[in-house]
């Protein structure tokens, strides 16, 4: 008997495909009446989310699910019990709260304290956004959700996604659902349902995994606080997949005469609150983040952004000097491995340098379409960290539109940055 088909049924973690085209969401003739979420009863994409459902509600325990942004680990947002294995599972800290994931303007609704009304930016924004990569911040209401998914702050993360298997999955089972990221804390986003097999599967941490292919997006969502502000500005506490630039130009159109718009604002760079700094609250401020296990260093190339004011090296230096840093990641590899995650721009070809390490290169798209570079950042990390490098060297890319999202990932991922001259 092989040791899998030994395995209890409890440990193994099962993998079922899931595909949009069975799933279909339908204006319905009334006017005002939401959107039906209408599943194909005869596909494998119903038995799988039946099959998901059944885990959420009755086992009571996470399942993963694809996203726009990136897999999710979910559980049924107000089942304490079940989100505490959300926790447990990822290696989470408790004062890290989570986002509930909603299907539909109603569910938004039940969550929110009877006499709330939701501002008008919020408004446009979910008109504009929604389904779709983005957070808004909400005063929460302990009665309709746990305290352990806010973390007991006074306020719940809610988005809905547009991901067709996460919106019905949440709206078959009629549950809205809590859910992070399905990593293990600190680790890149999984973006594909291999990456986590590879981090929660293969050692059986999940029941189930929904695999409905690449995420589009790549990054997770943008998180923004609209409350707390007394001018109503927008605040944007963790860039993401909907970008800054569409919220400014969103929130400036259709002024009266005279109005001005709300401001968006993002954390760090346009304004500083040190008193949320202290909270865990602030999306990536208190934890380690999207590292693999492998070091990463970004490289700054010297370009228009960056001239020649600072001190900048050839890359083959760079090199030797990582290379004699970082340990060969086998002593038993004669030749060391080195990964480079840089745009199709990337001016020199890695490979040649003298100290000829072996180069495995993961292209992040042209420079000039970060939403390219969003959407394969982390799949980059993942796949050359699992192809044994020593270190990935990145290339930063502008910090406009998702480069500001990528570029916030990168930075946190990054332990060293170095000024490099491949001109
Ligand atoms: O795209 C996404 O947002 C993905 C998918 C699965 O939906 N989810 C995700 O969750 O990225 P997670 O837990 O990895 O990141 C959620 C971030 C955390 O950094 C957390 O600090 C912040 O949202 N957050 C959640 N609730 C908050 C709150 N009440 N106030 C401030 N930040 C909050
Ligand atoms: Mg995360």
Known sequence: MSPKAAEPEALRTQILQCKAADILFEQPQDLGREELCVID??????DALER???ILKKDRRPVVIPTETVYGLAAAATDSTAVEKIFTTKGRPADNPLIVHVSSRSMLASLLPPSYTIPPSYERLMKAFWPGPLTLLFPAD????????????KTVAIRMPSHPVARALIS???????APSANSSGRPSPTKAEHVWDDLGKSAKVPLILDGGPCDVGVESTVVDGISAEDGSIRVLRPGGVTVEEMKTLLSEGLAPGES?????VHKRDYQDADMEQHPTTPGMKYLHYTPSVPVVLLNLKNAQHPSAEEFEPLSEVMDDLLAKHQPRSEKLKRRKVGFLVTSDFPVTPGTHASDPEVVTFDLGPRNEPSVAAQRLFDGLLTLEKKGVDFILVEAIDEENEGLAVMNRVRKAAGDVRMVDVS
């Open 52 to 54: 998901a459902s059944s």
């Open 41 to 46: 009863p005869a596909s494998e994409t119903y």
């Open 172 to 178: 078959f089972s009629q549950t809205p659902l809590a």
């Open 142 to 153: 302990p009665s309709k959700i746990p305290p352990i998914v806010t973390a007991g702050q």
């Open 261 to 265: 718009p709300v401001k968006v604002l």
